[in-house]
């Protein structure tokens, strides 16, 4: 059965990073896309940023573009979000996804029906 599994997630003071992993099982091997979205107390689920397995093609939201980036291990079924200069608006439970589509900008957008979630993982960013 299809998964996904987050961790990484934490507690860090303005400034600080965190390194998000998300691995996979039971996926078919060939075009797919991951997603990260995240969702703050009483906020919309937001996008942050989404990769293309088969190449690499990612896209950010403008609210992270800069200071995180999405990289994958497609050996290791992982892909990473590396978030640095992190601030107490980036505060919220952090979700993988996968999806069955190439594309990588409208996923992130809300714009393409997500096939699998993770469970999320805590990010809180506060001195």
């Known amino acids: 059965q299809a998964q996904l599994v987050e961790s990484g997630g934490g507690s860090v003071q303005p400034g600080g990073s965190l390194r998000l992993s998300c691995v996979s099982s039971?996926?078919?091997?060939?075009?797919?896309?991951i997603g990260w979205f995240r969702r703050a107390p009483g906020k919309e689920r937001e996008g942050v940023s989404c990769?293309?397995?088969?190449?690499?093609?990612?896209f950010y939201a403008d609210s992270v573009k800069g200071r995180f980036t999405v990289s994958r291990d497609n050996g290791n079924n992982t892909v990473y979000l590396q978030m640095n200069g992190l601030e107490p608006e980036d505060t919220a439970v952090y979700y993988c996804?996968?999806?069955?589509?190439?594309?990588?900008?409208?996923?992130?957008?809300?714009?393409?029906?997500?096939?699998?979630w993770g469970q999320g993982t805590q990010v809180t960013v506060s001195s």
């Open positions: 996804a996968a999806a069955m589509t190439r594309w990588v900008q409208p996923l992130c957008l809300g714009k393409r029906v997500v096939d699998i």
């Open positions: 039971g996926f078919p091997p060939d075009y797919y896309t």
């Open positions: 990769i293309r397995l088969n190449d690499g093609d990612t």
